[in-house]
């Protein structure tokens, strides 16, 4: 199953963002680098949309340094379900 970062759209993140009971999973999304259940403690989801667009303004940059070279990797194709880059 593919669960995706709410930030920056990222298909590889290893739980739910959020469980059933509106749990956060305590995840960081590799690509982004947000924090489930940190970054968004006691926040509304435009805390996302912030996020996300501080990233943009960034670059795009990934998060994780392990996995800087995502062969075909492209933050424009991966936002498109989301928002621009």
Same mark, same amino acid.
């Not at 739910?16 to 680098?33: L, R, T």
């Not at 996300?52 to 492209?74: Q, Y």
């Given at each position: 199953?593919?669960?995706? /970062? &709410?930030?920056?759209?990222?298909? %590889? &993140? #290893? +739980?739910?963002?959020? +469980?059933?009971?509106?749990?956060?999973?305590?995840?960081?999304?590799? /690509? /982004?680098?947000? #924090?489930?259940?940190?970054?968004? +403690?006691?926040?509304? !989801?435009?805390?996302? @949309?912030?996020? $996300? &667009? =501080?990233? @943009?303004? =960034? %670059?795009?940059?990934?998060?994780? !340094?392990? $996995?800087? #070279?995502?062969?075909?990797?492209?933050? =424009?194709?991966? &936002?498109? %379900?989301?928002? +621009?880059?």
């Amino acid at each position: 199953m593919v669960h995706k /970062c &709410l930030v920056c759209n990222y298909d %590889g &993140l #290893h +739980d739910e963002p959020y +469980d059933a009971k509106g749990v956060a999973s305590d995840e960081i999304c590799p /690509c /982004c680098g947000f #924090h489930y259940g940190y970054d968004d +403690d006691g926040m509304d !989801k435009s805390i996302y @949309i912030i996020w $996300r &667009l =501080k990233w @943009i303004e =960034k %670059g795009c940059t990934w998060f994780s !340094k392990s $996995r800087l #070279h995502v062969v075909g990797w492209n933050a =424009k194709e991966q &936002l498109k %379900g989301i928002g +621009d880059c």
